[in-house]
């Protein structure tokens, strides 16, 4: 069966052109995740949260790293660490967390966090890493 360039082999896998992707792939390719909570920039730009352990910093293709929250565009000074901090989900609980080496600092509502240190966020929670300035929303509050 063909699928607008997509190819159903078996029942099970989809070819797309040289590119072979398994049934259970399928099922995560068409069924995107409702993300829980966004990070907010004060420019507005938002960033999803869809996975439960998200990494925030900047871009860095030499060195291959590809943080979910990219606030590359938001610190054009590159005052954000590549791997500057991580957002986890714990059950109903998002925990900001400072990863070590962050040079400039990650701030909650103003308070300076310890780095590996794990901070509860609740939904309005104003984020600072470094220069750049945050706002964590739950789902409800941010469509």
């Known amino acids: 069966m063909r699928l607008s360039g997509l190819e159903l082999v ?3 896998i989809i070819c797309i052109g040289l590119l072979t992707i398994s049934g259970e792939r399928i099922k995560e390719m068409r ?3 409702t993300p829980s ?4 920039t004060s420019s507005g730009h938002i960033f999803p949260l869809r996975k439960p ?3 925030i910093g900047r871009t860095d293709r030499f060195n ?3 943080p979910e929250v990219d ?3 938001e610190d ?3 005052y954000i660490s590549r791997r500057h901090a991580r957002l986890l989900r714990k059950g ?3 925990v900001l967390v400072e990863q070590p080496g962050a040079k400039h600092g990650t701030y909650l509502n103003g308070r300076r966090l310890g780095s590996g240190v794990e901070t509860p966020v609740r939904s309005g929670d104003s984020i600072r890493l470094a220069r750049t300035k945050l706002t964590f929303r739950s789902r409800s509050n941010y469509s």
Do not use: E, K
């Open 31 to 33: 069924r995107p995740s």
């Open 37 to 40: 909570a966004a990070l907010v």
């Open 10 to 12: 078996n029942g099970r």
């Open 64 to 66: 291959g790293i590809f």
């Open 71 to 73: 606030l590359s565009a």
């Open 92 to 94: 109903q609980q998002w």
């Open 76 to 78: 054009p000074m590159r």
């Open 53 to 55: 352990m998200v990494s």
